[in-house]
């Protein structure tokens, strides 16, 4: 895969009136915001929170793995500049990622640098910390504890600074294989699709007690994921962490289940699920055009679907 990188990097410092926190007109009542992962296909679902800020929303829950742990950072600190630039900036960024960044011990994604090194003030796609921090909304991220084979999921309780999101983030969206493990005190973490809704924060949501949910995915509509054929290969890769194997196994019938529950969520009405019309990308997609492209049609959609949105919302 090439990285074609085609268009510079622009940091906007905090004090630009595009890092305003998209101000609060409408509060949602009873409804879960849950995003799932997917890698750059995040890019698609990332033009749904842009839309959602637009429209003045506050959720009182909002949740995510993966990817969705990125779009689920940028609802609750409500940037509108930062939803875009965090998938479409990324690509400028040659330090990103790519099979060279594999090849180096960095992973197919450079985790450590795409967190922990472009995030704060000056640096490529600054974070909104005290907005993000001071929000009234619930916020869960999840991610795999290898050691155990749990599903973790942390809240803005556990988050102190922005280290500590950011790590997090980090640990949620670390694919096996690609990318390296992530420790948090010392326990290893990896991405939160392993976990027993194959990629969906819909468990934590229900914990918290929410039955309504608008469930934003980076699949179209009738995928799903086909049985894993390399069992006996993850089973030896990772023969030191034989949970980590189990869960890569086991799951794609984990995001059928969920999907195929999801569905049934929607005929009864407790579920509205926003799916790609048509997703172009794949998860390792780092060329600007393509992601760039994604976005748009991400926000055509976004926008077509807006009124039903609302009228699920009660908004």
């Not at 929170?49 to 969705?68: D, H, K, R, T």
């Not at 490529?124 to 869960?140: G, M, N, Q, Y």
């Not at 790609?276 to 976005?295: F, K, T, W």
């Amino acid at each position: 895969m090439t990285t074609t990188i085609l268009a510079p990097a622009r940091t906007v410092p905090f004090g630009d009136p595009a890092h305003e926190p998209a101000p609060i007109t409408r509060r949602v009542d009873g409804v879960a915001l849950v995003f799932e992962g997917g890698g750059m296909r995040g890019t698609y679902t990332a033009a749904l929170v842009q839309v959602l800020l637009e429209q003045g929303l506050f959720f009182p829950w909002v949740g995510g793995i993966s990817a969705g742990s990125t779009n689920t950072a940028n609802m609750v600190s409500r940037d509108l500049w930062r939803t875009r630039e965090a998938f479409v900036g990324l690509t400028t960024d040659p330090d990103a990622g790519g099979w060279g960044s594999f090849a180096r011990g960095r992973g197919y994604f450079n985790s450590e640098h795409i967190y922990q090194h472009t995030s704060l003030p000056g640096e490529l796609i600054p974070f909104d910390w005290e907005t993000f921090k001071a929000s009234e909304a619930t916020v869960r991220i999840g991610s795999f504890r290898c050691d155990t084979g749990e599903e973790v999921y942390w809240g803005l309780e556990d988050m102190g600074i922005l280290n500590d999101l950011l790590v997090r983030c980090q640990a949620s969206s670390s694919m096996p294989v690609l990318m390296p493990t992530v420790y948090i005190d010392d326990v290893p973490y990896l991405d939160g699709a392993l976990g027993p809704t194959g990629g969906f924060a819909t468990d934590a949501a229900a914990a918290d007690g929410y039955e309504r949910m608008l469930v934003v995915s980076t699949r179209p509509a009738g995928y799903r994921k086909p049985a894993e054929k390399r069992a006996a290969a993850y089973r030896r890769m990772f023969r030191k962490q034989p949970e980590v194997a189990e869960a890569i196994i086991n799951r794609p019938d984990a995001y059928n289940r969920t999907i195929q529950e999801l569905e049934q969520g929607r005929r009864e009405g407790r579920v509205y699920l926003f799916q790609p019309d048509r997703m172009a990308i794949e998860n390792g997609e780092l060329r600007y055009d393509r992601v760039v492209g994604a976005y748009e049609a991400g926000l055509v959609q976004a926008r077509r679907e807006l009124p039903d949105i609302l009228e699920f919302l009660g908004v």
